[in-house]
């Protein structure tokens, strides 16, 4: 099928050493026939990502960029061994083949993994799968009921349970977001200051402990060439770890676009959520807490979060731009985005604030009595 995806040319700059690769696999007891076909992922903003096909294996490998600020996003051995050790729980992982820590061979750590040929959903779906809106919406369904099902993997007693720090992991994680913020903050974007405060204000107890992703975008799973509404694997654990759901949710939400949303997000989109048959964010919400249970006093704090976070996320990315530690042009207007996802979460607290707002509420009913006249 040509909707497969198959990797592009590697970016200049960003060329793998192959034959330092080759023998360090070999000495590992890895098979490899035959002269390497060797491309790049261009969907990741973070790690790079290659394939190296030969005849007789498919393997990806995955690195850390150069010039690298958070070390803890780029921690190829915990990456590896989150999925080795979570694959007989979650069945919809690759294959570890092996982890390298010696720098000598190429000049940081990295790992390989086989491929799990699919399609991988990125800003549009490929015209070729033809689908209807009843599609698109089994699709919707089929990735959030894929990342609930991570959520209630049973970690306890098993290494994956060695991954968190225990309570407080949302205190956690807005204390060390705002902090990365300020150590990669450029001068051409906004200081987030109201929104951090607000944040820091309006921290809840952890809601419960589970799995979690961390990076829950339709370009981080892969379909079922025969089946494509059915993901079969689940790429990009970087950051995955034991933390609050609610916090993952509210993270995948921030890159889930709407057809409503501003002109910026459309443009930057990376996903297929703007599609009919796709949940609005409201909807995914409403779905993910009635199949959970789970019941948030105050939302806003997560979806909140999860704009900042990703304005975070950009930013990092951004100041390898900004400094020339990567030639990507993808990454040349991240600051613009920046300052949009600032928007965003003004306009999120501001709504809260007039839900809340006993007088206001009145007021919009009155109006809205007017309306109906």
Same mark, same amino acid.
């Given at each position: 099928?040509?909707?497969?995806?198959?990797?592009?040319?590697?970016?200049?700059?960003?060329?793998?050493?192959?034959?330092?690769? $080759?023998?360090?696999?070999?000495?590992? #007891?890895?098979?490899?026939?035959?002269?390497?076909?060797?491309?790049?992922?261009?969907?990741?903003?973070?790690?790079?990502?290659?394939? !190296?096909?030969? $005849?007789?294996?498919?393997?990806? @490998?995955?690195?850390?960029?150069?010039?690298?600020? %958070?070390?803890?996003?780029?921690?190829?051995?915990?990456?590896?061994?989150?999925?080795?050790?979570?694959?007989?729980?979650?069945?919809?992982?690759?294959?570890?083949? %092996?982890?390298?820590?010696?720098?000598?061979?190429?000049?940081?750590? *990295?790992?390989?993994?086989?491929?799990?040929? #699919?399609?991988?959903?990125?800003?549009?779906?490929?015209? $070729?799968?033809? *689908?209807?809106?009843?599609?698109?919406?089994?699709?919707?369904? +089929?990735?959030?009921?894929?990342?609930?099902? /991570?959520?209630?993997?049973?970690?306890?007693?098993?290494?994956?349970?060695? @991954?968190?720090? #225990?309570?407080?992991?949302?205190?956690?994680?807005?204390?060390?977001?705002?902090?990365?913020?300020?150590?990669? =903050?450029?001068?051409?974007?906004?200081?987030?200051?109201?929104?951090?405060?607000? !944040? +820091?204000?309006?921290?809840?107890?952890?809601?419960?402990?589970?799995?979690?992703?961390?990076?829950?975008?339709?370009?981080?799973?892969?379909?079922?060439? $025969?089946?494509?509404?059915?993901?079969?694997?689940?790429?990009?654990?970087?950051?995955?770890?034991?933390?609050? &759901?609610?916090?993952?949710?509210?993270?995948?939400?921030?890159?889930?676009?709407?057809?409503?949303?501003?002109?910026? *997000?459309?443009?930057? =989109?990376?996903?297929?959520?703007?599609?009919?048959?796709?949940?609005?964010?409201?909807?995914?919400?409403?779905?993910? @807490?009635?199949?959970? #249970?789970?019941?948030?006093?105050?939302?806003?704090?997560?979806?909140?979060?999860?704009?900042?976070?990703?304005?975070?996320?950009?930013?990092?990315?951004?100041?390898?731009?900004?400094?020339?530690?990567?030639?990507? &042009?993808?990454?040349?207007? *991240?600051?613009?985005?920046?300052?949009? /996802?600032?928007?965003?979460? /003004?306009?999120?607290?501001?709504?809260?604030? /007039?839900?809340?707002?006993?007088?206001?509420?009145?007021?919009?009913?009155?109006?809205?009595?007017?309306?109906?006249?």
């Amino acid at each position: 099928m040509s909707v497969i995806d198959i990797g592009g040319e590697v970016r200049e700059g960003e060329e793998l050493d192959i034959g330092a690769v $080759e023998n360090w696999l070999k000495n590992q #007891g890895v098979d490899l026939v035959g002269p390497v076909v060797v491309t790049q992922y261009t969907g990741g903003a973070s790690n790079w990502t290659y394939r !190296l096909k030969y $005849e007789n294996t498919d393997l990806i @490998l995955r690195r850390p960029p150069k010039g690298t600020k %958070a070390k803890s996003a780029h921690d190829m051995a915990r990456e590896y061994m989150v999925q080795k050790n979570l694959a007989p729980y979650y069945p919809v992982l690759p294959k570890m083949v %092996a982890l390298c820590q010696d720098e000598s061979v190429i000049g940081c750590d *990295f790992y390989v993994m086989e491929r799990i040929e #699919g399609i991988i959903p990125r800003a549009k779906l490929p015209p $070729e799968l033809g *689908f209807n809106e009843e599609n698109v919406h089994e699709l919707c369904v +089929n990735v959030i009921d894929k990342l609930i099902e /991570l959520h209630q993997v049973p970690y306890e007693n098993t290494p994956l349970a060695e @991954l968190g720090k #225990g309570a407080g992991y949302c205190r956690r994680q807005v204390e060390g977001w705002d902090k990365r913020y300020e150590k990669v =903050r450029t001068i051409n974007v906004p200081s987030f200051k109201y929104v951090r405060k607000w !944040l +820091n204000d309006n921290i809840p107890q952890d809601s419960t402990t589970c799995i979690i992703h961390n990076d829950w975008r339709f370009d981080n799973v892969i379909l079922d060439p $025969e089946h494509p509404t059915e993901v079969i694997g689940v790429l990009d654990w970087e950051m995955a770890t034991l933390g609050d &759901p609610l916090m993952d949710l509210g993270s995948a939400l921030a890159y889930w676009v709407e057809p409503t949303d501003n002109m910026i *997000f459309r443009s930057t =989109r990376r996903q297929p959520t703007h599609l009919k048959g796709m949940f609005s964010r409201k909807e995914v919400v409403e779905y993910y @807490l009635q199949k959970t #249970g789970l019941k948030p006093e105050n939302w806003t704090f997560y979806e909140v979060f999860g704009v900042f976070r990703l304005a975070v996320i950009a930013q990092q990315i951004y100041y390898r731009y900004y400094h020339k530690q990567t030639r990507n &042009p993808a990454f040349k207007d *991240f600051w613009i985005v920046i300052h949009a /996802l600032h928007v965003r979460a /003004l306009k999120l607290i501001a709504q809260q604030k /007039l839900q809340e707002s006993e007088f206001a509420q009145q007021s919009i009913q009155k109006i809205q009595g007017i309306l109906r006249r």
